[in-house]
């Protein structure tokens, strides 16, 4: 028998390094690291678990034991999947995307979701979409149509009213600042 572990703040490639050098270091077989989700052999023992818990934490991650902080933390690790990773499918919309991802109920899942972080499903969305438009912007190898394309935004219009009022600036005016903050994609 196997064990499944959701762990918060699992944003890239270099957090799925990370965090398989530490289920090694905490003495367990990891058969499957995905963001969010790690699969190792066997059952582990408490103490195990307990280490597991603490060499996580000095990481910056954090294991998460109750049912509905794993669904909320699914959900968040599928919409980073999509919005930065490219999985999600242009032709679905966002419900469609999560269910497919996550295999919950769309319902079900938002209502969880929004009470455990106190937003809603389409709004960290929105926010993560941003800061990926930023991050694009900053490259400065596509234009806002190609960003608006690539980003599935229905126009560039519509990409720039939503940036601006998400960041209080246009991409035009983002794109000019010296200094151009983003967030930490485990921080939105």
Known sequence: M???????NMVCDRCIASVTVILRQAGMVPLSVQLGCVRVQ???????????????AQAGFELIDEQRQQTAELIRTAIVQMVHHGQE????????????????????????????????????????????????????????????????????????????SITGLTPTQYKAQQTQPRQSLDRL
């Open 2 to 8: 196997d064990t499944t572990f959701i762990i918060k």
């Open 42 to 56: 066997g059952v582990p023992a408490e103490a195990t678990i307990a280490t597991l818990r603490e060499l996580l």
């Open 89 to 164: 499918d242009p032709a679905a919309n966002l419900s469609a995307n999560i269910t497919r991802l996550t295999h919950c109920d769309y319902a079900s899942a938002s209502r969880v979701f929004s009470e455990v972080t106190g937003t809603t499903i389409e709004r960290y969305y929105i926010h993560q979409r941003i800061e990926r438009v930023k991050e694009l912007l900053q490259y400065g190898q596509l234009t806002l149509s190609e960003i608006a394309l690539q980003m599935h935004y229905s126009s560039t219009a519509y990409l720039s009213a939503q940036f601006k």
